[in-house]
């Protein structure tokens, strides 16, 4: 079967479905089921499987079927196949320049402010259809979701009924914290800070810990 195109690919995950359970996929790293991803996304099995069966045929999941010992037809599970970026980018010289413009505390605030804004709208994307099923207390779900594909690589613990500690193992900035400490930081605590507000229902940050164990930051967030 010939590669698909990057047309195809983007025409697959422009359907806020498909995008959903790509993210889904992705995040989950390990093969899942139906009846998972129709739990977690809040839609019919059978209204799931055609829009798997597409994204299949992108080329960007896979079926496998299931190991278990259960008598009967074996379960078919789905995994993400991750497709590898186009070459000739170099956005690591891009954003070298473009960070060399934003100088002094005015410049951060602003940063801080725009990333907050992109925060917002990057977890809004995920958010329930109306008429979903509304979960009792935070949806960390779709949170870790949009964390995840910022390219946090989130761990989720709660620590009561209102409050969530966060791990981030991952910091997608973090190729220019050396040499930009200040302004990537505060890029990073506003992408942060949108994503937990724009999140249903909304949280707040209480704490944050950057880099608390070699590129562990931290996060604890109520509602």
Same mark, same amino acid.
């Given at each position: 079967?010939?590669?698909?195109?990057?047309?195809?690919?983007?025409?697959?995950?422009?359907?806020?479905?498909?995008?959903?359970?790509?993210?889904?996929?992705?995040?989950?790293?390990?093969?899942?089921?139906?009846?998972?991803?129709?739990?977690?996304?809040?839609?019919?099995?059978?209204?799931?499987?055609?829009?798997?069966?597409?994204?299949?045929?992108?080329?960007?999941?896979?079926?496998?079927?299931?190991?278990?010992?259960?008598?009967? +037809?074996?379960?078919?599970?789905?995994?993400?196949?991750?497709?590898?970026?186009?070459?000739?980018?170099?956005?690591?010289?891009?954003?070298?320049?473009?960070?060399?413009?934003?100088?002094?505390?005015?410049?951060?605030?602003?940063?801080?402010?725009?990333?907050?804004?992109?925060?917002?709208?990057?977890?809004?994307?995920?958010?329930?259809?109306?008429?979903?099923?509304?979960?009792?207390?935070?949806?960390?779900?779709?949170?870790?979701?949009?964390?995840? *594909?910022?390219?946090?690589?989130?761990?989720?613990?709660?620590?009561?009924?209102?409050?969530?500690?966060?791990?981030?193992?991952?910091?997608?900035?973090?190729?220019?914290? *050396? $040499?930009?400490?200040?302004?990537?930081?505060?890029?990073?605590?506003?992408?942060? $800070?949108?994503?937990?507000?724009?999140?249903?229902?909304?949280?707040?940050?209480? $704490?944050?810990?950057?880099?608390?164990?070699?590129?562990?930051? +931290?996060?604890?967030?109520?509602?």
């Amino acid at each position: 079967m010939p590669e698909p195109s990057d047309l195809e690919v983007h025409k697959a995950l422009a359907d806020d479905t498909r995008h959903r359970l790509y993210r889904y996929l992705r995040l989950s790293r390990r093969p899942v089921s139906v009846r998972e991803l129709s739990a977690r996304l809040s839609l019919h099995p059978n209204t799931l499987r055609p829009h798997l069966r597409r994204l299949e045929e992108a080329g960007l999941v896979a079926t496998e079927a299931s190991k278990g010992a259960t008598v009967g +037809r074996p379960q078919t599970l789905y995994v993400a196949i991750e497709r590898e970026e186009g070459e000739g980018r170099d956005y690591r010289l891009l954003a070298d320049i473009l960070t060399g413009l934003l100088t002094g505390a005015r410049a951060r605030e602003r940063a801080h402010d725009l990333a907050r804004d992109w925060g917002e709208y990057l977890v809004g994307r995920s958010v329930p259809k109306p008429g979903a099923r509304k979960p009792s207390g935070p949806n960390l779900a779709l949170l870790q979701e949009a964390l995840a *594909e910022a390219g946090f690589d989130p761990r989720f613990r709660r620590k009561g009924t209102r409050i969530v500690e966060i791990t981030l193992r991952h910091c997608p900035f973090r190729d220019l914290a *050396e $040499e930009h400490g200040d302004l990537v930081c505060a890029i990073h605590r506003g992408l942060l $800070e949108g994503m937990l507000g724009g999140s249903r229902p909304p949280l707040r940050m209480t $704490e944050f810990l950057p880099l608390t164990d070699r590129q562990v930051c +931290r996060i604890i967030a109520r509602t």
